[in-house]
T-cell receptor, first 112, second 113 residues
Framework: QQPVQSPQAVILREGEDAVINCSSSKALYSVHWYRQKHGEAPVFLMI???GGEQKGHDKISASFNEKKQQSSLYLTASQLSYSGTYFC?????????????WGLGTSLAVNP | DGGITQSPKYLFRKEGQNVTLSCEQNLNHDAMYWYRQDPGQGLRLIYY???????QKGDIAEGYSVSREKKESFPLTVTSAQKNPTAFYLC?????FGLGELFFGEGSRLTVL
């Protein structure tokens, strides 16, 4: 039930675009996106709730396809600071509670 | 500033010793979590707590224990029963269970010698 992230790793030159995908086999309540730099805490990027809403944060945006249980993170005109590992967390209903399950991450390196 | 504080940042332990990792938040959040992170394995849930004096096992609770005596504090004890405790441990909190984003602490890196 762990979401699958693709690609596992990507290398960009500054200014290039990238898409990171997160796919689940379970019905999702929400999808979380975080970025983590080595040895640091994950930093929140955005949450998408079911309803197919697309959100944006500066040049980073994301979409959520509820029917396909997929979310995509779009990084536009990448900057050096975008380097890190991107995790998606998928929130599913678990009995009377909700459970947040994390993907294995996508490593992104932005080079000058 | 509100946030989550974890301590210590680095910890070395001899085999057979219990260690306790501290996690304190001043965000007035009800829900708190402990995750373990190993290279290539993402975040795995150890324990979580939705309210004071209540906590639940996560996916990898064996060899760990927690307490939630105060809303702002959620310490994790790594016991000698944990077979492979060397890892990066992250504490997180959230407004309520299933509500909003998680706020993470800076992490504690435990190394067993």
């Amino acid at each position: 039930q762990q979401p699958v992230q693709s690609p596992q790793a990507v290398i960009l030159r500054e200014g290039e675009d990238a898409v990171i995908n997160c796919s689940s086999s379970k019905a999702l309540y929400s999808v979380h996106w975080y970025r983590q730099k080595h040895g640091e805490a994950p930093v929140f990027l955005m949450i998408l709730l079911k309803g197919g809403e697309q959100k944006g944060h500066d040049k980073i945006s994301a979409s959520f396809n509820e029917k396909k249980q997929q979310s995509s993170l779009y990084l536009t005109a990448s900057q050096l600071s975008y380097s890190g590992t991107y995790f998606c967390g998928t929130e599913v209903n678990a009995g009377n509670n909700r459970k947040l399950i994390w993907g294995l991450g996508t490593s992104l390196a932005v080079n000058p | 500033d509100g946030g989550i504080t974890q301590s210590p940042k680095y910890l070395f332990r001899k085999e057979g010793q219990n260690v306790t990792l501290s996690c304190e938040q001043n965000l007035n959040h009800d829900a708190m979590y402990w995750y373990r992170q190993d290279p290539g394995q993402g975040l795995r849930l150890i324990y979580y707590s939705q309210i004071v004096n209540d906590f639940q096992k996560g996916d990898i609770a064996e060899g760990y224990s927690v307490s939630r005596e105060k809303k702002e504090s959620f310490p994790l004890t790594v016991t000698s029963a944990q077979k492979n405790p060397t890892a990066f441990y992250l504490c997180a909190s959230r407004q309520g269970f299933g509500l909003g984003e998680l706020f993470f602490g800076e992490g504690s890196r435990l190394t067993v010698l």
